[in-house]
């Protein structure tokens, strides 16, 4: 069976929405259908590895694509991907022959409480971020030597920003939102860093004002002409902001029910 996006596509296709699973036949490689869901969704976590399973998976890092094949599952790997979970590896069959299979779950997130103005400051904006993802993985860069990177910057930079880059790593928040690994300075010259961007050209920066990082205002700058547009929120709050409302000017809650974080760097 040759192996393309296309046939990925059509794979997922059968499957539908709904939960549900495939056999696939025989000659094909599960590493490379790995790979191109890799390629789609970024990196994968690993459930089940030689036939046991992670003891720490749940409803929220997957656990419901386990649930076709009780203990014949082989080895599966998962990603996360909209209001879907979506697996691949191998399982035995019903006559314990064991065989590549793709397998599709609907995934929820639970529902945050709303925060209040006046809460905001008692708020870990990247905890909730990581609700808001669902994120399973271990931090993806936990060893940043942060006082190099700032010494090269010539400017400290705000903790919950670090944080942010040691939580996920290289890759974008619904694949549209791309973190970037340290601040880019093409627009230092105008007061800003920029921490993230977007494939419409958007560029999501600091106005680097002041000696505390952490009070630095979040702007979001166009290339189509149109003026600046500042926030009076830090870096995290910001982007839970812009995944949830859907009122926000820069709203990605109107394409998306759910959210996650595709990172780019091979995972477990």
Known sequence: M????????????????????MYLPGDLDPQALADLLADRYGAPRTLV????ADPTIDDSS????????GDRAVK???????NQWVGTGTARDDEGVGRPMLVVAQ???PELLAVAPDEYGN????????????????????DVHWAKVESRLGTALPTDYKRMVQTFGEGAFDAYLSLNQEPWTSLKEDGLLIWAGTEHEDVYCWRADGDDP?????????????DDVR??????????????????????????????????????
Request: with cysteine; hydrophobic share 40%; aromatic share 16%.
């Open 214 to 226: 952490d009070r630095w205002p979040v702007v979001v700058r166009s290339f189509d002409g149109q």
């Open 49 to 52: 590895l030689d036939g046991f």
């Open 231 to 268: 926030f009076e929120y830090q870096t995290a709050q910001f982007v839970c902001r812009i995944l949830l409302d859907p009122h926000h000017p820069f709203t990605m809650a109107r394409y998306f029910d759910t959210h996650w974080f595709m990172n780019y760097e091979e995972g477990d």
């Open 76 to 82: 599966i790997r998962a990603w996360a991907y909209g």
């Open 107 to 109: 995934r929820q997130v």
């Open 62 to 69: 997957g656990a419901s694509l386990l649930a076709p094949f």
């Open 123 to 142: 708020v870990d904006w990247i905890e909730r971020l990581i609700r808001i993802t669902g994120w399973t993985q271990p931090a993806q860069r936990p």
């Open 2 to 21: 040759k192996l393309t996006q296309t046939t990925v596509n059509d794979l997922l296709a059968q499957l539908g929405p709904a939960d549900g699973y």
